[in-house]
């Protein structure tokens, strides 16, 4: 672990500190990183507890709103938002030309709203998670597409490498989400290609395995009591959505889909996250209670996606963030607040 001091330009007081969200080694974040990582619950999700019953239960409304760093308004993706309604996302889709680099958003959301978050001297920035005190933890990507996890505490980045991680060129080390208490979560790929779930206190720099059934296991998000969300992918390719409280571990896919992928959690458990339909249409999706004894879910699809809405962020007001693909091909940050 090295740290290094960070000055930015001085960002809008509203900004309250910093902001969170993504995944994927080259570009593309969590959606894509998570799609294209392949990851689930293992056949063992036998070991896991199942979500509660569960029904659709009282749709909430959202107001929509469309959020795009004009760097590059061909591609963003809005990866979290804490409760000063700060907002972290990127721009840039990874591909040549177009490289991924972090920003955090505060209110009004005006285009010099946009403040640059990206760690010292990276190729490539993704924010991925962001606490309620403005700290922000992610991965940075160096020209040799090696990616290393970050966290900047109290103005300072610092990069974090699981042990087990090969040291080799290319290799994967990501965190994609952080509390209050400095807990981030992450994972980090085998030789093999497959995900390690893990939690990092970026005071200690103690990484824990978090074990969860499945051939690959990625954790996405954390809360203030330390609950942890995440996805894996069993022997059979079958991808689920987890939560751990404790030791106990809870796998859910969302009713009648598919590759239910878990992105985020606030500090009243609801979770959000993504699933393909029957037809394969990606939708975003709320789980509240999910430990019931009724658990709600609901779908979410941006009014100006064309197949594809992910939601990876939600803060204790129940705000949401994410992304959409659009009818150009683009894809936009997505806001909807109750």
Avoid: C
């Avoid at 509660?52 to 909430?60: E, F, T, Y």
């Avoid at 030789?191 to 824990?208: D, I, P, V």
């Avoid at 598919?258 to 339909?277: C, E, H, M, R």
């Amino acid at each position: 672990m090295h740290s290094v001091s960070h000055s930015r330009a001085a960002a809008p007081a509203r900004l309250a500190r910093r902001a969170a969200g993504v995944r994927g080694a080259t570009g593309a974040a969590v959606a894509a990183a998570a799609v294209a990582g392949a990851l689930a619950l293992s056949t063992g999700v036998a070991q896991a507890a199942p979500v509660a019953g569960h029904q659709a239960g009282a749709a909430v409304s959202y107001t929509f709103t469309t959020l795009n760093d004009q760097a590059d308004p061909t591609f963003n993706q809005l990866l979290g938002i804490n409760a000063h309604n700060v907002i972290a996302g990127y721009f840039g889709s990874g591909a040549a030309g177009h490289p991924n680099k972090g920003y955090l958003l505060g209110p009004p959301y005006a285009p010099a709203s946009y403040v640059n978050e990206n760690f010292p001297g990276s190729a490539q920035t993704q924010v991925t998670g962001l606490n309620d005190l403005g700290d922000s933890t992610g991965f940075w990507v160096t020209a040799g597409g090696t990616n290393h996890g970050f966290v900047e505490w109290n103005g300072v980045f610092a990069s974090y490498n699981n042990p087990n991680t090969p040291h080799v060129k290319g290799s994967v080390n990501q965190l994609l989400g952080i509390n209050n208490a400095g807990v981030a979560a992450g994972f980090y790929n085998d030789a093999r290609g497959n995900s390690h779930a893990y939690k990092l206190n970026q005071a200690t720099g103690k990484f824990t395995a978090i074990h969860v059934p499945g051939v690959s296991t990625v954790a996405t998000g954390i809360n203030k009591a330390g609950d942890v969300v995440g996805f894996a992918t069993d022997a059979s390719g079958t991808t689920s959505g987890w939560l751990k409280i404790g030791t106990s571990t809870t796998a859910f896919q969302f009713p009648g889909g598919s590759d239910t992928q878990a992105f985020g959690i606030n500090n009243k458990n609801q979770i959000v996250g993504s699933y393909l339909d029957g037809g394969g249409v990606l939708h975003g999706f709320v789980l509240t209670s999910p430990l019931g004894p009724v658990s709600h879910w609901q779908s979410i699809d941006d009014p100006n996606g064309v197949g594809s809405t992910v939601v990876n962020g939600i803060n204790a007001a129940g705000d949401l963030v994410g992304f959409y693909t659009d009818a150009a091909g683009n894809t936009d940050g997505m806001l909807a607040m109750p």
